[in-house]
């Protein structure tokens, strides 16, 4: 068993502009990189969990999808980086277009996503750390089990509701990567 670093991608690893499809629009989060990095040599699978509702909404299609995730990560590649796995959720529950229109448990808040990886992967979840910007990230990690929640805060609304450690900057995860 090994151990991950189950990342958001919007608001983590690039800038949520909402329904980021295309390359122009993918500016990366600055210290993502060396973050990654960091949780690389650290012995960190790194795992890409997204809900992108975009697919069934019908703004973008999973083959574009596919091929901006590619140039993600060949740009992680760039800076020695593997992503060893990218998990999507297109679904949505009310807002989707057929087939994508369902209330499924691979889209955050349910644990899907992350139970899948740490299936393919022989993840042990206890020794996993989850970043994510969205009370549903959390939410996610922690019906997951995933003990270590990092909360970045600042882009959504926080009520305190979800147990989780509140970082400002993605700066602050080496401490948890270094215990």
Known sequence: MTKALFLDRDGIIN???GYVSKIELFDFIPGIFELCHLAQQKGYLLIVVTNQS???????SEQEFHQ???????????HQVIINDVKYCPHH????KPPYLKDCQCRK???????DAAADH??????????????SDMESAMA???PTRLFLCGNYPDDDAVDAFRIKTLADVAEYLHS
């Open 122 to 135: 022989k993840i042990d979840l206890s020794q996993s750390i989850f970043l994510g910007d969205k009370p």
């Open 144 to 146: 997951a089990n995933v």
């Open 93 to 96: 529950p009310t807002s989707a």
């Open 109 to 115: 808040p349910g644990p899907g996503m992350i139970l």
């Open 68 to 78: 901006l995730t590619q140039w993600m990560t060949d740009r992680f590649a760039e």
């Open 54 to 60: 975009g697919i069934g909404r019908g703004k973008y």
């Open 15 to 17: 800038i949520d502009h």
